[in-house]
């Protein structure tokens, strides 16, 4: 049976005849500094690289502790037209993180049994996210930027908006109406995740555009 080491190069440099190389070593002086100037490079760019990398994506992995936020008395909403109301969608922001929801009641004639007994949504259009408006003696929303039209049960009818208007859970205690964390409906008025605007909830849509982590509430 043959040998196969004797096939095999020699480990040392001289016996392989590289420039510069030395009796009975195994690795070039330039090779061996090579090596360690590219690992000290990637072990520099890594203490700078990881934790940038790990400030912006940390916020996508955690999620939100849900917020309900009491808006007032039940017998103020009626099945027939919205209320305006000022709710806080993002806290500890002041200001900025304030929007607006328009509620009104569950009205049997239209509205499908699973939407709930109070109907909140959104006031940020699907198109790009301006604020669209409550017309009443239309029963339409409208967003000034860009045309989207929506009907009475936040539907798209008209313009470039791409899904429904988003909308808010909510709750009652002690008589009041509570307002809670925001979802997305799909054409049929099914809930999913909160997409963010332009991302279509129809067909292939969920699949096409996922819920980011942060936006599963936590219980």
């Given at each position: 049976?043959?040998?196969?080491?004797?096939?095999?190069?020699?480990?040392?440099?001289?016996?392989?005849?590289?420039?510069?190389?030395?009796?009975g070593?195994?690795?070039?002086?330039?090779?061996?500094?090579?090596?360690?100037?590219?690992?000290?490079?990637?072990?520099?760019?890594?203490?700078?690289?990881?934790?940038?990398?790990?400030?912006?994506?940390?916020?996508?992995?955690?999620r939100?502790?849900?917020?309900?936020?009491?808006?007032?008395?039940?017998?103020?909403?009626?099945?027939?037209?919205?209320v305006?109301?000022?709710?806080?969608?993002?806290?500890?922001?002041?200001?900025?993180?304030?929007?607006?929801?328009?509620i009104?009641?569950?009205?049997?004639?239209?509205?499908?049994?699973?939407?709930?007994s109070?109907?909140a949504l959104?006031?940020?259009?699907?198109?790009?996210?301006?604020?669209?408006?409550?017309?009443?003696?239309a029963?339409?929303?409208?967003?000034?930027?860009?045309?989207?039209?929506?009907?009475?049960?936040?539907?798209?009818v008209?313009?470039?908006?791409?899904?429904?208007?988003?909308?808010?859970?909510?709750?009652?205690?002690?008589?009041?109406?509570?307002?809670?964390?925001?979802?997305?409906?799909?054409?049929?008025?099914?809930?999913?995740?909160?997409r963010?605007?332009?991302?279509?909830t129809?067909?292939?849509?969920?699949?096409?555009?996922?819920?980011?982590?942060?936006?599963?509430?936590?219980?």
């Amino acid at each position: 049976m043959p040998d196969r080491r004797k096939d095999r190069p020699s480990q040392y440099t001289a016996d392989r005849n590289m420039p510069g190389a030395f009796e009975g070593e195994t690795v070039t002086r330039r090779r061996l500094m090579t090596g360690v100037a590219h690992g000290a490079g990637g072990i520099a760019a890594a203490a700078f690289g990881l934790p940038a990398l790990g400030f912006a994506l940390g916020p996508v992995f955690e999620r939100q502790q849900a917020h309900w936020e009491s808006i007032g008395s039940v017998n103020q909403f009626t099945p027939d037209t919205y209320v305006p109301k000022v709710i806080t969608q993002a806290y500890g922001i002041g200001e900025a993180g304030k929007t607006t929801a328009y509620i009104r009641a569950h009205n049997a004639s239209i509205d499908p049994p699973f939407v709930g007994s109070y109907v909140a949504l959104s006031s940020r259009c699907m198109h790009l996210g301006c604020p669209v408006r409550y017309v009443d003696a239309a029963q339409r929303f409208i967003c000034p930027c860009h045309g989207g039209v929506y009907d009475f049960l936040g539907k798209v009818v008209g313009g470039p908006p791409v899904r429904p208007l988003d909308r808010f859970a909510t709750r009652v205690r002690n008589g009041e109406l509570e307002v809670g964390p925001r979802f997305s409906v799909n054409g049929q008025l099914h809930a999913f995740s909160p997409r963010d605007p332009a991302q279509f909830t129809d067909g292939i849509g969920p699949i096409l555009y996922p819920a980011r982590f942060d936006t599963a509430p936590k219980k």
